[in-house]
């Protein structure tokens, strides 16, 4: 009794905390049902409750069984809870296997929800769809896509539910939590792929290869007047330049103009540069590949990136994200044409070198108008600083600065192709759900290949994810007398060839050594003996003059290394043929095009 009054006194006052709003009253409130079959717990509510799991599968299965010829509900994978992950297939003719499905002349749309379950809009709004179509008010969806449809992707984070899980957000009365049951994102998880979520969307897009995908959020941040904001990596900071441009041109302005018809405010995808002072300007967030739509931008499949605004209320954000979904699925009939060829284009391209890393220019541009609220800013008692109130009145800033993740901070060479040991049997299924392509060697190799030996290397202070990330600076060396028989090869003259690049090369920011899959070679695990050492150093340096001579100047030029004993012994163990020849070195094996001569020092070879 008591917890039910505490959520009911949460469901009253749940937002008298939050800034005031805008009255909304838009046209997309005629899509709400109050009564008929298969009327949605959100309905149901006027706008406040979203189903829990138990109800939202109960929902799917109605779904099916009131349009069993055109819908089906299949499990894609479970969570470490053991939750089923469902997904909805909706096809005219019935097309629900992937091979079925690859031979329709419609494009394929994949929508997903809950990969942050307390942002939950699209599950309700997908549902309001569905049951339109179940019911016949909107035969037209399926004459122009298939549609795949996850209705809560974060099962487990789902039923953490409370009133209380996301405080600068507007509804549901109740919602999920951000992380799983393990407290990972799973929007970050899309490079390392630890979680069986994230795994079980990209068999999907495996299996069924979606002309478009889209990934329904809701914001943190700022205050401001457009209610649906989404986006993609712009074309000037994309690795596919040409889908953005299709998305810019074919997508954005029916979009747009179906959200506005509808009394909806569509805006760009734009965080803050300072919250505690608006004017400073607006960030352009460029995704990397840990985030849907940054490894979406990699791997060619067009993705867009929804962010409901999370002060605006729940019946607001569900009624945008329907108006949202139906013009998105509309310009995907329209100009799937366009969209196919921008990605056939940018899959056919091979780059040079490829970008790394980004950061945030030091010259904005600017938005010619930007539709904000009005603010104050007073000094807070409680944080001892300034302190911002939005005012709930709208205010249009006129060439407000923008600074978009234009700097580029890395780039590295693109490998012809890379080289797994055999070993590695974990990276080698992770590169099957990223769709990359594989080959698996056999007989001697012929080609020259090189090492990336570690330098300087740090290691994160504090656990990220779930893990200690590593960064380091390499050294390339020719790596000698390789066997490569049973190694696989991972060419980058592939369609997932750039993605590769980001998952392999260790020196890119969301590769796999980054995340901590090759955090071994830190470890040595034989040491030397001085009284063994000794003796033989001594011989060493009597058979190898050169290597004397080198030893000598080192202690000649290096006063501290002189003085040290330890150091001394251990540089005189590294020259040895008894030192550990993996330490240090990056397991996976690349070659380049240009031929490399390969030197005869024996002690190089791994």
């Keep these: 009794m008591f917890a039910s009054l505490l959520v009911l006194s949460a469901s009253v006052a749940y937002d008298a905390h939050l800034p005031p709003l805008i ?50 509900s299949q499990t894609i994978g479970y969570s ?59 035969r037209d969806i399926l004459k122009k896509v298939n549609i795949l449809f996850i209705p809560i992707l974060n099962v487990d984070g789902h039923e953490r539910s409370s009133a209380f899980n996301r405080i600068n957000q507007r509804g549901p009365t109740k919602m999920g939590f951000r992380t799983n049951a393990n407290n990972l994102n799973l929007n970050r998880d899309f490079t390392k792929l630890d979680t ?35 986006g993609y990596n712009p074309v000037f900071s994309s690795e596919s330049p040409a889908v953005s441009d299709a998305l810019n041109q074919f997508f954005k302005p029916l979009i747009d ?20 002072d608006f004017k400073k300007g607006l960030a352009g967030w460029v995704a990397t590949p840990r985030f849907s739509n940054g490894w979406g931008d990699l791997k060619s499949l067009p993705t867009i990136l929804v962010e409901n605004h999370s002060l605006k209320p729940y019946k607001q954000r569900v009624l945008g994200t329907y108006v949202f979904l139906d013009g998105a699925i509309n ?14 284009k940018e899959q ?32 807070n008692a409680l944080s001892g600083q300034n302190e911002v109130k939005y005012l709930g009145k709208a205010h249009t800033y006129t060439d407000l600065p923008i600074y978009w993740q234009k700097d580029v901070q890395h780039t590295v060479e693109v490998p012809k192709a890379f080289f797994i040991p055999p070993v590695y049997i974990d990276i080698i299924e992770k590169l099957k759900l990223h769709g990359v392509s594989i080959n698996k060697l056999e007989g001697e190799n012929t080609q020259p290949l090189k090492v990336a030996k570690v330098a300087e290397y740090t290691f994160d202070k504090a656990p990220f994810e779930g ?53 071994t070679i830190f470890q040595r695990t034989e040491y030397m003996e001085n009284y063994a050492l ?73």
């Design 331 to 344: 310009a995907l009939s329209k100009h799937g044409h366009e969209l196919a060829n921008a990605v056939k």
């Design 467 to 519: 893990r200690f990330r590593v960064s380091a600076s390499f050294d390339y060396i020719p790596a000698i007398n390789v066997d490569l028989d049973g190694w696989y090869q991972v060419t980058t003259q592939q369609k997932a060839g750039e993605l590769a690049v980001h998952l392999l090369h260790p020196e890119a920011p969301d590769s796999f050594f980054a995340w901590g899959e090759f955090n």
């Design 348 to 379: 056919e391209f091979v780059p040079k070198q490829l970008i790394v890393k980004r950061g945030y220019a030091k010259q904005a541009d600017t938005i010619a108008q930007f539709k904000g609220i009005e603010y104050s800013s007073n000094m």
């Design 196 to 230: 069986p979520e994230v795994r079980s969307v990209l068999k999907v897009i495996n299996d069924y290869n979606p002309n478009l995908y889209i990934d329904v959020h809701v914001t943190d941040g700022a205050d401001y007047q457009y209610d649906v904001t989404y």
């Design 534 to 606: 000794i003796p033989y150093a001594r011989q060493m340096l009597k058979d190898n003059p050169k290597l004397a001579l080198a030893f000598d100047k080192k202690i000649n030029d290096d006063k501290t290394f002189a003085q040290d004993a330890d150091a001394r012994l251990n540089w005189l163990y590294e020259q040895s043929p008894f030192y550990d020849q993996a330490y240090l070195k990056y397991p996976i094996l690349m070659s380049f095009e240009e031929k490399v001569a390969i030197p005869d020092q024996k002690n190089k070879e791994i």
């Design 23 to 72: 009255e909304w009253q838009g046209k997309s409130v005629e899509l709400l049902q109050k009564q008929g079959p298969l009327t949605t717990d959100f309905e149901l509510s006027n706008g406040e409750i979203s189903p829990n799991y138990a109800d939202t599968m109960a929902f799917v299965d109605r779904l099916v069984a009131a349009n069993p010829t055109q819908f089906q």
């Design 257 to 276: 103009e179906t959200l506005a018809k509808q009394g909806h405010t569509p805006g760009p995808l734009v965080f803050v540069m300072d919250k505690r």
């Design 80 to 138: 470490n809870s053991k939750r089923a992950i469902k997904m909805l297939i909706a096809s005219e003719q019935g097309f629900f296997e992937s091979g079925q499905m690859a031979n329709s002349t419609k494009p394929t749309i994949f929508i997903q929800a809950g990969i942050h379950s307390g942002e939950i809009d699209g599950k309700d709004a997908m549902f309001m769809l569905l049951r339109d179509i179940a019911t016949g008010k909107r």
